[in-house]
């Protein structure tokens, strides 16, 4: 399999997607819910429809996983893309410029190419598993901050929340007094590429789906992030539970994550 081009097919079908949200930005009249806080709109399915058919103009034979239109196995395969269309569409609901295009293909449930495109910024993250992570086509990696007291994390809520909110607030506490700060900033896919290229040390977060952190977490490791559930289990993308950080905090700050 030619992963380059794989990743070319990716990041082609990220900047196709990108004109769509771009033109939706601010402009939207339709927004449904799909639950009580969890929303989608036409820029999510437009976005959807052309990245999926940009792929099959190339691999039809592919699998293709999507977050709005579920896993299509019309042609089962090793071979599957997993596709978050808009990650953070609350946000670009809202015009804040801060979402993206998360697009990643695995072979055998591996995920062996990632690519995450911020349509506003123009930031471009790709990995090809063994071959490091890019920024815009530069070499990243994760930052040398040993001190939790010192690092700066991020985070995010499921949609969900209201049928956990004890424990998330139990850890959300734990890491606002343990660290030097946190944030959350709407976007699983660019939380882990901000962990890839050093401007976050460590992320948490549950109840996420594969399509949320399939590109991300293969960007972030390939820039040398450790990843694990919260107890330090090696973290794969059917998991409800992800832990990222520089790996020089990430024993600390999974020590107070636990509960």
Not at 33 to 45: C, F, N, Q, S, Y
Not at 80 to 95: C, E, R, S, V, Y
Not at 107 to 131: C, K, Q, Y
Not at 203 to 225: C, N, Q, V
Request: with cysteine.
């Amino acid at each position: 399999m030619d992963l380059e081009k794989i990743k070319n097919t990716g990041i082609n079908a990220a900047y196709k997607s990108a004109e769509i949200l771009n033109g939706y930005l601010g402009k939207l009249t339709t927004i449904h819910k799909k639950g009580p806080i969890d929303l989608v709109t036409e820029a999510d399915i437009e976005s959807e429809k052309q990245i999926i058919a940009t792929i099959r103009s190339k691999f039809p034979e592919h699998e293709i996983l999507a977050e709005e239109s579920g896993l299509d196995k019309s042609t089962p395969s090793i071979y599957k893309w997993i596709i978050d269309p808009l990650d953070g569409t609350t946000n670009f609901a809202h015009q804040i410029p801060i979402f993206s295009i998360s697009i990643a293909f695995a072979i055998n449930d591996e995920v062996a190419v990632g690519v995450v495109l911020n349509p506003v910024s123009g930031e471009l993250f790709t990995a090809i598993r063994g071959h490091g992570a890019l920024l815009n086509g530069n070499v990243i990696c994760v930052s040398n901050e040993h001190n939790l007291s010192e690092s700066l994390l991020v985070t995010g809520f499921p949609y969900d929340l209201a049928q956990m909110l004890d424990p998330l607030m139990i850890r959300f506490k734990r890491c606002l007094k343990g660290a030097g700060g946190v944030r959350r900033l709407g976007s699983a896919a660019l939380d882990l590429c901000f962990i890839a290229c050093g401007r976050f040390d460590g992320f948490w977060e549950e109840h996420l789906k594969p399509w949320d952190t399939a590109a991300g977490s293969l960007i972030a490791e390939e820039a040398g992030a450790m990843l694990t559930d919260f107890s330090g289990n090696p973290y794969t993308i059917d998991k409800k539970e992800i832990l990222a950080t520089n790996s020089l905090i990430h024993s600390e700050l999974k020590s107070i994550l636990e509960i």
